[in-house]
């Protein structure tokens, strides 16, 4: 078993960056500038948005916190993207999610420039990668499809199972998976809360993402020896053991599934460190693509 590490992976992706940056702006190039938008205080999301926002300073990019209330209404959330939209200063906008239940997602991210759509949620965005035209892929997508380049693995002729249908992972997953690409070139099939008899898919999968929101759902009686196993799912489980009294867990059961796996992520450090990549890439890009 080969683990998937995102520790190495995202460091060395990160070094390409920096220089990226560095050359970028040697070559009279402005520092690329990330917004993020964050409604309210889940800690969860204070956390990503903080993840996001020490990984510019790291990289050499701008950035910007927009903290707003809980009680934003949806009408002036969208008048703060907009005039994101309009700060030249700023290339890429992410508004993290989940929002407060009375603001609708869609018509936030549907009011997001697609020109500075660095999360890759935009229709516009998830319309050109369906049709394998150059755009900002979904961070976590990508940063999977990263991984995959890094450690060569060609998923073609492989069975690959998706375990989940969200806007975000699971139905981008499908679609990068199943182009006629590199690393992304296999047979999908995508399987969700109404899938009978999920392990029926799981055991002929050569390659299993499971992007579900349920701790250690995927078991090792569900996947097949030398499978490949991507888990998305971060989920917090209580732990007496821990100070904090709880710790971070995928949508895999890692230590029971892990020997029966050719390659497999763990949770953390895994897939999280390469969305963040995905996001990084996506801004760079941005700026260079505002600049022309
Ligand atoms: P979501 O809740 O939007 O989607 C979950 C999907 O799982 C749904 O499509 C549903 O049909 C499917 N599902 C639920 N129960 C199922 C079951 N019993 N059998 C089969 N399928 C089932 O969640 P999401 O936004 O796609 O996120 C999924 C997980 O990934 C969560 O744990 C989330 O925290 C995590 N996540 C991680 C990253 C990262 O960077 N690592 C990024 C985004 C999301």
């Known amino acids: 078993m080969q683990l998937?590490?995102?520790?190495?992976v995202s460091g060395h992706i990160k070094e390409q960056i920096k220089q990226e940056v560095?050359?970028?702006q040697a070559g009279g190039g402005k520092k690329p500038h990330l917004a993020a938008v964050l409604v309210g205080n889940n800690p969860a999301s204070e956390a990503y948005v903080g993840s996001k926002v020490k990984h510019c300073d790291?990289?050499?990019?701008?950035?910007?916190?927009?903290?707003?209330?809980?009680?934003?209404?949806?009408?002036?959330?969208?008048?703060e993207v907009n005039k994101l939209n309009n700060d030249d200063a700023v290339d890429g906008i992410l508004v993290q999610l989940p929002l407060p239940d009375h603001?609708?997602?869609?018509?936030?991210?549907?009011?997001?420039?697609?020109?500075?759509?660095?999360?890759?949620?935009?229709?516009?965005?998830q319309g050109r990668m369906l049709l394998g035209q150059p755009t900002f892929l979904p961070?976590?997508?990508?940063?999977?499809?990263?991984?995959?380049e890094y450690y060569k693995i060609?998923?073609?002729?492989?069975?690959?199972?998706?375990?989940?249908?969200?806007?975000?992972?699971?139905?981008?997953?499908?679609?990068l998976?199943?182009?006629?690409?590199?690393p992304g070139n296999a047979t999908v099939t995508m399987c969700h809360s109404r899938t009978k008899n999920l392990k029926d898919f799981t055991l002929s999968a050569d390659i299993i993402v499971a992007a579900i929101g349920r701790p250690k759902y995927v078991t090792e009686d569900m996947v097949k020896e030398g499978a490949i196993v991507i888990d998305v799912g971060i989920n917090r489980i209580e732990d007496a053991t821990?100070?904090?009294g709880t710790r971070l867990v995928g949508d895999v059961d890692f230590e029971n599934v892990a020997p029966k796996c050719s390659y497999i992520t763990p949770v953390p450090k895994g897939v999280g460190l390469m969305t963040i990549c995905g996001l990084m890439k996506n801004t760079l890009l941005a700026a260079k693509m505002r600049a022309k």
């Open 4 to 8: 998937l590490d995102g520790v190495l």
């Open 22 to 24: 560095i050359d970028w």
């Open 58 to 79: 790291e990289l050499g990019f701008d950035s910007t916190l927009l903290r707003l209330p809980a009680d934003i209404s949806e009408a002036d959330l969208i008048s």
């Open 103 to 125: 603001i609708s997602p869609d018509s936030v991210i549907n009011a997001i420039n697609p020109d500075k759509d660095v999360d890759g949620f935009h229709p516009i965005s």
């Open 139 to 148: 961070a976590t997508p990508y940063g999977i499809m990263l991984m995959l």
């Open 154 to 175: 060609n998923t073609s002729g492989m069975h690959c199972v998706v375990i989940g249908r969200s806007n975000i992972v699971g139905t981008p997953m499908t679609i």
């Open 177 to 182: 998976m199943s182009r006629n690409g590199n």
């Open 242 to 244: 821990r100070k904090s």
